[in-house]
């Protein structure tokens, strides 16, 4: 009888053990598969660029800012988030020559000059009639004086913002870019700047340019004119404002201060 007491004890510790060993193994199986189901896709931004290339009537080649593109961009993209590229007629939007000049490269600029294939990407943007705010988790207009002319005007781009705006996903230009606000509404039917703390090109700084009687409008002007809470810092100082999901900064300079904003409401 001792004998046979011993055997059950050990049948029955053994059994024990190994119902709890296969426990642990199991437990450890759905810790893992949790965790691979909690891992996030990068998250999407994209990137809206000007079409427009003439300086109104001076002959003079316009575009988009190199800094306000390539700084956003590479601050973005290091923090892991995906990014697509559009404009108006697709494919390579033209770059304003004097943001190519020597006085105006910065480590982003260079850093994008050296960069195939950031600058493949570049020379295929999509077409934006074909983007889709479902798609994306944010947008964003880099300046240069090319956004006054066309996307200021352009519907795709206005019910685009709308659309992003409406479905409470961040909407950020810089420079010239927050030209973008010039006919874009909010759900009320009220300019989507009315009552906002915003802040774009200065009108000092375009006066400092020479191009007050060249450009279509002045940011400043009509930022206030709908209803915008303007402010700015001095002249070619980096300044930025968020004011809910609308993000926008005042020069080149502020490019990287508008993509940090951006990163922190993504996050």
């Known amino acids: 009888m001792k004998k046979l007491a011993l055997v059950l004890t050990i049948v029955v510790f053994s059994s024990c053990g190994n119902e709890n060993g296969t426990?642990?193994?199991?437990?450890?199986?759905?810790?893992?598969t949790e965790e691979k189901n909690t891992t996030e896709a990068p998250k999407k931004i994209l990137f809206v660029?000007?079409?427009?290339?003439?300086?109104?009537?001076?002959?003079?080649?316009?575009?988009?800012?190199?800094?306000?593109?390539?700084?956003?961009?590479?601050?973005?993209?290091?923090?892991?988030?995906?990014?697509?590229?559009?404009?108006?007629?697709?494919?390579?939007?033209?770059?304003?020559?004097?943001?190519?000049?020597?006085?105006?490269?910065?480590?982003?600029?260079?850093?994008?000059?050296?960069?195939?294939?950031?600058?493949?990407?570049?020379?295929?943007?999509?077409?934006?009639?074909?983007?889709n705010q479902n798609d994306f988790d944010a947008i964003f207009y880099p300046g240069g004086h090319g956004p006054l002319w066309d996307l200021s005007e352009d519907q795709n781009s206005i019910k685009l913002i709308e659309a992003f705006y409406a479905n409470n996903k961040p909407v950020a230009a810089v420079c010239h870019a927050p030209a973008v606000f010039k006919n874009t509404k909010n759900a009320e039917g009220e300019p989507l700047v009315k009552g906002k703390k915003v802040t774009g090109f200065t009108n000092?700084?375009?006066?400092?340019?020479?191009?007050?009687?060249?450009?279509?409008?002045?940011?400043e002007d009509?930022?206030?004119?709908?209803?915008?809470?303007?402010?700015?810092?001095?002249?070619?100082?980096?300044?930025?404002?968020?004011?809910?999901?609308?993000?926008?900064?005042?020069?080149?300079?502020?490019?990287?201060?508008?993509?940090?904003?951006?990163?922190?409401?993504?996050?």
Do not use: C
Request: net charge negative; no cysteine.
């Open 204 to 219: 000092t700084e375009e006066a400092a340019v020479e191009l007050t009687e060249v450009v279509p409008f002045l940011v």
């Open 49 to 131: 660029l000007t079409s427009h290339s003439e300086l109104g009537d001076t002959g003079v080649k316009t575009g988009f800012w190199v800094e306000e593109f390539a700084t956003p961009y590479y601050i973005l993209k290091d923090k892991g988030y995906d990014i697509t590229l559009a404009s108006p007629k697709g494919g390579q939007p033209p770059i304003d020559p004097k943001s190519e000049l020597p006085d105006f490269q910065t480590p982003s600029t260079k850093r994008f000059s050296a960069d195939e294939d950031a600058k493949k990407q570049l020379a295929n943007t999509l077409v934006l009639s074909e983007m």
């Open 23 to 32: 426990k642990k193994t199991t437990d450890k199986a759905e810790e893992a």
């Open 222 to 267: 009509m930022l206030k004119e709908n209803g915008g809470i303007y402010s700015k810092a001095a002249d070619w100082s980096p300044f930025a404002l968020e004011d809910g999901l609308l993000i926008t900064g005042q020069n080149p300079a502020s490019a990287e201060l508008v993509a940090e904003l951006l990163t922190q409401q993504l996050q």
